[in-house]
């Protein structure tokens, strides 16, 4: 089912984190193939953007981090980042045009933008269909427009990796679904690893090929059908979580929720 | 030198009294070199939410100069460079560091860094001295300060040309600029370093009260209307240049301090810009 090209892939053997005497995470080991998409879930404080964060090389650790590009070891692969939000006032006189080529190009933006290098940011953009939002400022999108800015980002050039924090956060229904459909895409079209962290399990049970329940430690791993029935896991979402883990068919329920919008 | 006799020769064809003196076109060529550099700083200064930072720096000199005059120095300007970066170097290590919020951990340095200058100075009622510091005198620029302010200047256009694009995603959001490649640490030192060179280079010119405004300014009144990072440069510039030069002339003709009244025309600038945004709005 998931096209795992076994060459490439990142794998976290007993992953470490502390924060002083405080330990955020601890014996986590995941292994993500190329070609699948992980979903992290977990209740607030479980250190689920601390693990994002660990693996993009921003906090220390204890335990290993590998990265495995084409069967070689790899220091430095590429990693796409999609933050859950970012530390801008809305009045920011920063264009969708300048903040993407201030990420892929070298020339300074600052000194202005050249037909050459605008076609060169519509052509990323487009790759997530909005090449419309070219002039807007970021503090002017919507939700669901700057997430798919934001992949555009981190999908130009294309990743090794691709690491999603909180994407459902600030989007809304179409945005959601545009997203899934937006996942369900990368998953099947796409040679890369995906994890994402969410609050949204049910919603993106359907469009994953695992899920990790983690609360410090990986709490239980698997086809999302069988961690949606994980007892810890309706613990911790609450018990509207139960009605719709005892659905047989998990693909089938999503398909008849938007089917009701 | 022969490049300032050249200014002072094209100078000298205008036919207005203030041209004909040395101190004025000294003064007014300091100002072309300065004001494009706080502009382009100060661009990121707001961007970034700095603006309390740079106004400690700017403070920081009293301390530069007090540790000068305990050291035997005759010019603190120095000490006042070794301070500024130290405590440029040491916020930005506590910022990373610790989870007390930026603001809360600059009004410590502030209290602490001007209490422990004024406290220095004013040592047998001495602080009267050090005041021309704090409201600093732009005509009494020499040429070899002039010399300084060009090197300065090209420094910051060579960083803004190669460290632009890195800073402006770090100022969006420094997780999204690492996942780049972008060194964030090095580029926040390096640019906060950046700053108390240029705030402390030109304490002399405007002095440590009004520096601050001098930065923020002009780029907060470009903000108001730009809509690219490249409008919002160029019109930072613009403004921060405009006011530079009509804030000198207008203080020759009131017998005002020049720092203060360039202050003035930056904050009239801001008023006419954040005025035509709502304008624009309606």
Same mark, same amino acid.
């Given at each position: 089912m998931t096209k795992t090209c076994e060459h490439c892939c990142t794998k976290i053997d007993n992953l470490k984190v502390r924060f002083g005497n405080n330990t955020v995470l601890d014996r986590v080991n995941l292994h993500v193939n190329c070609g699948e998409v992980v979903a992290v879930v977990g209740p607030n404080g479980a250190g689920k953007t601390t693990l994002l964060r660990t693996i993009l090389g921003e906090i220390p650790y204890e335990g290993q981090i590998v990265f495995r590009i084409s069967g070689q070891e790899s220091k430095k692969p590429k990693v796409g980042y999609v933050p /859950?939000?970012? /530390?801008?006032?809305? #009045?920011?006189?920063?264009?969708v045009t300048d903040f993407m080529l201030s990420a892929i190009s070298r020339h300074p933006v600052w000194l202005g933008v050249n037909k050459e290098l605008q076609q060169k940011a519509e052509n990323a953009l487009s790759l997530f269909?909005? =090449?419309?939002?070219?002039?807007?400022?970021? #503090? =002017?999108?919507s939700g669901g427009e700057l997430q798919r800015v934001l992949l555009a980002i981190a999908m130009t050039p294309e990743p090794e990796l691709l690491l999603l924090d909180e994407p459902a956060s600030g989007v809304d229904a179409k945005g959601l679904s545009l997203f899934h459909q937006i996942v369900d895409n990368l998953r099947k079209n796409h040679d890369i690893a995906v994890i994402l962290v969410t609050h949204d399990l049910v919603g993106i049970a359907s469009y994953v090929d695992r899920l990790i329940l983690l609360n410090r430690s990986v709490i239980a791993e698997g086809h999302p059908e069988q961690v949606l029935l994980n007892e810890e896991l309706i613990k911790t979402f609450g018990p509207s979580l139960w009605n719709i883990s005892r659905l047989p068919n998990l693909r089938a329920a999503e398909g008849d929720k938007n089917g009701d919008h | 030198m022969a490049i300032i006799e050249i200014w002072y020769r094209l100078l000298g064809i205008f036919p207005f009294s203030w041209t004909h003196y040395v101190f004025m076109k000294n003064a007014l060529l300091a100002i072309l070199l300065v004001t494009p550099c706080f502009a382009l700083l100060g661009t990121m200064v707001v961007n970034n939410r700095m603006a309390f930072f740079t106004d400690v720096l700017g403070h920081s000199a009293l301390t530069g100069i007090a540790i000068g005059v305990l050291l035997g120095f005759h010019d603190p300007t120095l000490p006042m460079l070794a301070v500024a970066v130290l405590l440029a170097v040491a916020v930005n290590l506590l910022k990373n560091a610790t989870k007390a919020s930026a603001d809360t951990i600059l009004g410590v340095f502030f209290a602490f860094i001007i209490a422990l200058g004024i406290v220095i100075l004013s040592r047998q009622g001495g602080f009267v001295k050090y005041t021309g510091y704090l409201i600093g005198?732009?005509?009494?620029?020499?040429p070899r300060q002039i010399a300084w302010f060009f090197l300065i200047g090209m420094v910051v256009l060579v960083y803004w040309y190669s460290a632009g694009n890195a800073m402006l995603l770090t100022s969006v959001n420094t997780s999204l600029a690492r996942s780049r490649m972008v060194n964030t640490f090095l580029i926040e030192t390096s640019f906060t370093i950046l700053l108390a060179l240029v705030v402390i280079i030109s304490i002399r010119l405007v002095g440590i009260l009004i520096i601050n405004s001098l930065l923020v300014l002009p780029a907060a009144a470009s903000r108001n209307f730009a809509r690219n990072v490249h409008t919002y440069t160029l019109w930072a510039v613009i403004i921060s240049i405009f006011s530079g030069i009509a804030g000198l002339i207008a203080s020759y003709y009131w017998g005002t301090a020049s720092g203060a009244t360039i202050v003035l025309f930056a904050a009239g600038c801001y008023g006419i810009s954040a005025l035509l945004a709502r304008w624009r709005k309606q």
């Open positions: /859950q939000k970012l /530390q801008l006032d809305l #009045g920011s006189p920063i264009s269909s909005v =090449e419309h939002l070219l002039k807007r400022r970021i #503090g =002017e999108l | 005198d732009i005509l009494a620029v020499s």
